[in-house]
């Protein structure tokens, strides 16, 4: 939401700051602080020693956001117990540590020791959340378009097929991209996605299709509409575009409500070689992809067009 939604909202101008509007109990949690300190590698360190019976450490983006100056004051605490042991910001230290950059955050200390199972058991904020709370529409679809955009500008084509951790960005990372990409890439391969998504829903993911959708673009938006339109039943489809439509069907069929996921790596090859079969104006007598074997394939190149 923008500065200006912000003032314009009619409920906002009606809230006085410091909007204090609950009862002040401070007097109840006597033992209990809160301070906003800049916390240096070396005092993470010193607080760390009092990380006592904590949960495992997970794989998350703190220390990209912290490099990437991402990192805010934004209301989130450390905090520690009344008997002094660490109870919640232990990924937020160790990522201070990894990158050696001080971090500005909220301290409480003295809540109660049994206070801990309480912690973090909201739900998180997403790309898609964020997208939404922006005003965009159809976010499933944009939040994974960009993230398959994001992955092919960072892996590649083929590898970014592999990619599955949403924990390798940060959310603001990720946000951040979308925005400048969505109206030169990400807005116009929505319609597109969207139709082949509508028709083979359990087989062709829409961060794929964003991936491989994208590639196709830079042999002209006209072309990348008359192949999703032979494919979605929309115009009459030549050969090798029936073929693959096809494949698809019978790959929906298979495997429609067993929860198995076709591979996306697999799928785009398929998609790959009808369309260059499509831009050269040649008819594909069998489709497959050999991904293993003595016979393994090479992903395809994506065919442009001639110069």
């Known amino acids: 939401m923008t500065e200006k939604s912000i003032q314009d909202n009619a409920s906002y101008r009606q809230l006085s700051f410091p909007y204090i509007y609950g009862e002040n109990i401070e007097h109840i949690y ?20 009092a990380n006592i019976d904590n949960r495992k450490m997970s794989r998350e983006p703190l220390a990209q956001a912290i490099e990437n100056d991402e990192w805010k004051l934004n209301g989130a605490t450390i905090v520690f117990d009344d008997h002094g042991i660490l109870r919640d910001g ?15 955050t909220f301290v409480v200390r003295g809540v109660s020791h049994d206070a801990q199972i309480t912690m973090d058991t909201g739900i998180k904020r997403s790309l898609k959340d964020y997208l939404e709370m922006n005003r965009y529409k159809n976010v499933s679809t944009v939040g994974a378009v960009g993230m398959g955009l994001l992955y092919l500008d960072t892996f590649g084509t083929e ?12 959310v603001k990372g990720c946000f951040d991209f979308v925005q400048s990409q969505y109206d030169s890439r990400i807005e116009p391969l929505v319609h597109p996605v969207m139709l082949v998504r509508s ?3 359990n087989v062709t ?8 959708f994208d590639q196709f673009r ?24 029936g073929l693959l439509n096809n ?11 067993t929860g198995v996921k076709p591979n996306q790596r697999y799928v785009a090859a398929l998609i790959v070689k009808t369309w260059n079969a499509y831009m050269r104006g040649d008819d594909i007598k069998q489709l497959k992809f050999m991904q293993g074997g003595v016979n393994q394939e090479k992903f395809p190149e994506i065919f442009l067009g001639y110069e």
């Not at 494949?247 to 409500?257: A, Q, R, Y």
């Open 30 to 49: 006597t033992n209990v602080t809160v301070t906003i300190e800049r916390i240096t590698p070396e005092v993470a360190e010193k607080m760390l020693k």
């Open 90 to 104: 232990q990924h937020r230290l160790y990522a201070c540590i990894r990158t050696g950059v001080p971090i500005d």
């Open 159 to 170: 590898a970014s097929f592999n990619r599955q951790s949403a924990n390798l960005f940060t």
């Open 199 to 201: 028709r083979f829903g």
């Open 205 to 212: 993911q829409s961060r794929m299709l964003g991936i491989v």
């Open 218 to 241: 830079k042999a002209g938006d006209d072309n990348l509409q008359e192949f999703v339109g032979q494919l979605c039943g929309k115009r009459k489809a030549c050969v090798s575009v």
């Open 247 to 257: 494949k698809l069907s019978e790959i929906v069929k298979k495997t429609k409500g």
